[in-house]
């Protein structure tokens, strides 16, 4: 028999009229073209339209491109959440490089490593950060990358290291440039560092197709719609803002920039400017909750917030919805672009008491909607856990929504996409409706006398304690059990608790085993995006896993 033919064979090869390559850079040109007069940015009495954000991303890559810089080169950029950060999501990508937004809050030695593990050519310094990048080009062991300096008002004092300053800068640019599509859509656009714990932290290699789908998922999960005002309460530099600097030019919304996270600001910013939408770790709204002058009731304005990470503690989803803040839980990685699932709403849930809906509001969920799956399978044999709610498996990514790869490092990325999935090392299990819940990090399950503790259910006691502002639980060794969980406790201001009566509470709400057998009081070490570094706690307590975590 001969081979059937395929009558829609047709137009097999791809033309500039039927393909063009996906790429977030078409959403700012489609703003600045469909809504030109709309305000893009506002950020300390200054405001940008479409139009003009256009114009200043197109005239700072021209000089950008003036510069050198083309098709594979890397551009760095120290900045807070200010309009220039946002600027460069656009400009950089522009030019066909791609963008290195580091992490304000490393130090110089882990800086130094990716400016040259990236072999970054050029680096935007905000004053702040020019004593910290002194330190790191000193420390370089490769070419150091010229510096640009964006002055920003709003910060009193640093100093310029660079050779010429930001607005100088897309002064000096056309504003005709055009852009340089990428010829691929697989190309790169963004270069992430993983907060390694041991080590040297890996490249994350993102690119425009996948910036592209899930600045458009982010519209459709956080049900932003058209013109959302956006507050940039989660930084810029933290898996590209969640994508969301594409997100808010896909649906022609407003930037409210936001240089620091200050309670009092944040609702002054809400009010005075109709803030509809903020994404944030759960210290971002465990803050703002227990801030004295957060509105509460009607005078409250009502905020869709995403929050992202391990299960968020019952008091944060309750506490947020007090003071107007309605939460939809979002779960990803750095390598998959930030979050790639959702817990998705169903009819009902809003009828719901608060406990039971916040229960049902804490899952990790479902794939986002241009994300192709996030399940939880058995990492030996490769197969879908049963819907039971116990069987644990290792939560997995696949889809248009995950990295390329890591940088130099061909070893880890092969690991990670082992199976035909990506890998995120979460331990976790899938409910009757196939909604994913996270049970914990492999690394920090705790393992004591043969029974596992999950730290995440553990932490979630403690949140309900009245007196406790934050909390973590890792494992301390111990010569009966092997290991045991020590808990770590962050009091709220004026409030007092002891040993005792944390521990009391504890195990009046679960099972005697799982019931800290220490606690430490004190300030808990955080990483910038508000994610507790247990690493550290870890260390403190001499865990065995802290060598090998």
Request: aromatic share 8%; proline share 7%; charged share 20%.
């Amino acid at each position: 028999m001969s081979e059937r033919q395929n009558p829609y064979n047709i137009g097999l090869d791809k033309t500039p009229a039927n393909y063009v390559p996906l790429s977030p850079l078409s959403f700012l040109a489609r703003s600045a073209a469909v809504y030109p007069d709309h305000i893009s940015t506002v950020y300390e009495g200054r405001s940008f339209t479409w139009a003009q954000t256009y114009a200043r991303c197109r005239r700072f890559a021209s000089y950008l491109a003036g510069e050198g810089i083309g098709v594979g080169d890397t551009v760095a950029a120290m900045l807070p959440n200010i309009p220039a950060m946002n600027e460069a999501h656009f400009a950089v990508p522009m030019t066909g490089a791609v963008l290195n937004a580091l992490n304000i809050r490393l130090d110089a030695p882990s800086i130094a490593f990716q400016l040259d593990h990236g072999g970054a050519k050029i680096i935007l310094v905000d004053p702040e950060f020019s004593g910290v990048i002194t330190d790191a080009l000193a420390q370089m062991s490769g070419p150091k990358p010229f510096v640009i300096d964006v002055d920003d008002a709003a910060f009193k004092g640093g100093k310029r290291i660079g050779e010429i300053e930001y607005e100088a800068a897309v002064a000096q640019g056309d504003p005709n440039f055009v852009a340089i599509p990428p010829k691929d859509e697989w190309d790169a656009i963004a270069l992430s560092y993983t907060s390694g714990t041991t080590g040297n932290p890996k490249g994350v290699v993102t690119h425009h197709r996948g910036a592209y789908l899930n600045a458009v998922s982010n519209i459709l999960a956080g049900n932003l719609g058209q013109h959302p005002v956006y507050l940039w309460t989660l930084p810029m530099f933290h898996c590209n803002g969640w994508c969301f600097p594409w997100t808010i030019a896909a649906a022609a919304g407003i930037n409210v920039c936001l240089r620091k996270v200050e309670p009092t600001k944040i609702f002054e910013l809400i009010k005075l400017h109709g803030v509809t939408h903020m994404c944030g770790a759960p210290i971002v709204y465990n803050t703002l909750i227990n801030a004295p002058d957060a509105p509460k009731g009607n005078a409250a304005r009502r905020v869709v917030g995403l929050i992202a990470g391990a299960a968020p503690p019952v008091a944060v989803l309750e506490g947020a919805e007090d003071i107007g803040i309605k939460l939809t839980h979002v779960y990803g990685l750095t390598e998959v672009y930030g979050p790639a699932s959702v817990c998705a709403e169903q009819p009902g849930w809003d009828d719901l008491p608060a406990a039971e809906r916040a229960r049902m509001k804490r899952r990790q969920g479902v794939p986002y909607p241009l994300e192709e799956g996030v399940t939880v399978i058995n990492p030996q044999t490769m197969q879908e856990v049963p819907r039971d709610g116990e069987t644990i498996g290792e939560v997995m990514f696949r889809g248009n929504i995950v990295m390329k790869g890591y940088l130099k490092n061909d070893k880890a990325t092969k690991e990670a996409f082992e199976g035909g999935w990506f890998h995120t090392g979460d331990l976790g299990v899938l409910d009757e409706h196939g909604y994913v819940i996270i049970k914990d990090r492999s690394k920090d399950i705790i393992i004591s006398g043969g029974e596992n503790i999950s730290s995440v259910e553990v932490e979630d006691i403690l949140y309900k304690h009245p007196a406790v502002l934050f909390a973590a639980v890792v494992a301390k060794p111990d010569p009966k059990w092997g290991e045991v969980p020590c808990a770590f406790v962050e009091l709220k201001d004026g409030a007092s608790a002891t040993e005792a009566e944390i521990i009391g509470f504890c195990r009046s709400h679960m099972s005697g085993f799982k019931t800290p057998k220490a606690v430490v009081f004190g300030p808990i070490p955080k990483t910038s995006t508000g994610k507790i570094q247990k690493f550290l706690l870890r260390n403190e307590v001499g865990s065995v896993k802290a060598i090998s975590a």
